[in-house]
Structure formats: structure tokens, C-alpha cells
């Protein structure tokens, strides 16, 4: 059982081929193990049944199904109807329908005479706008 425990070592460092893993496996399957590597069991007899599964799975062909000739025109037909309908909801948010109207609300009441909303407009930019000194004062303070 020295060779076991070698072939073990050799497992945990990555060195070991495929018919060694096996011979690991089957010591364990077997029962013929040492008590010193009794803590292994539950790891290679784990392995040796995701082996045996993935060999028996991997025996059987799985069943082709074939699709007909009319389910892959309704396919395409529905995926192109789709394609369309995402398109134009997009282009119809993009693409506004109409020009754009200009409208300002004074007290909850919305006027859209031009000459009003144009006063309004520069009114509101002649508040939140600096002159130039005190544009200056506030980027370059003077020192007291």
C-alpha cells in the first residue's frame, strides 16, 4: 500500500495519469485501504461515481429531434415581425412626430405666446448670470 499512498501524493501535486486515478479509485471502491488514508474515502469513491456516470451517460446517444421545415419559417417570421416592432418603438422615441413647442408656466398656469416665453427665458438667465468682476471675485479672491 506504499504505492498507494505514493500514487496519492502524486494525485494532490497533478501528476498522475488517468489509469493511475483509476487504480486510486478502485483501491477505495475495493475497500483495500490503509486506516492513515481512510480520510480520503469519501473523495475518490465520490469521484468514482461521477466517473461511472459520466461514462454510462456518455455510452447512450441522445435522440435527435428534428424540427420541421414550417416550425423554422414561423421562427424566422415571428423573430423579423419582433425585430420591426422593436425598431419602429425606437425610432418613434427617437423621431419626434412634431416640432417642438416652446411653452414657459407662471403659477401653474402654462402660456405659449413666443415674445412672453422668450422674456421669461432671458429673465431667468439675467438671474443666474455673473458679471464679469464678480465672475473674478469668485474664481480669484483677494487675499485681506
Known sequence: ?????????????GQTTCAE???IRQ???????????????????????LSERH?????AKP??????????????WAGGVAAGLALYLVLTRILPGGT????????GKR??????VQAKAREALGNVSYTDEELSNLLFPLEP
Open 1 to 13: 500500500m506504499d504505492r498507494l499512498d505514493e500514487l496519492i501524493n502524486r494525485y494532490f501535486d
Open 21 to 23: 486515478e483509476r487504480l
Open 27 to 49: 483501491a477505495f471502491a475495493q475497500g483495500s485501504v490503509p486506516d492513515e488514508l481512510e480520510v480520503y474515502r469519501p473523495l475518490f469513491t465520490g469521484l468514482d461515481k
Open 55 to 59: 461514462t454510462h451517460a456518455g455510452d
Open 63 to 76: 435522440a435527435r429531434r428534428r424540427r420541421g421545415l414550417c416550425s423554422l419559417r414561423l421562427r424566422y
Open 100 to 107: 417642438a413647442e416652446s411653452y414657459v408656466v407662471i403659477d
Open 111 to 116: 402660456y405659449t405666446d413666443p415674445m412672453l
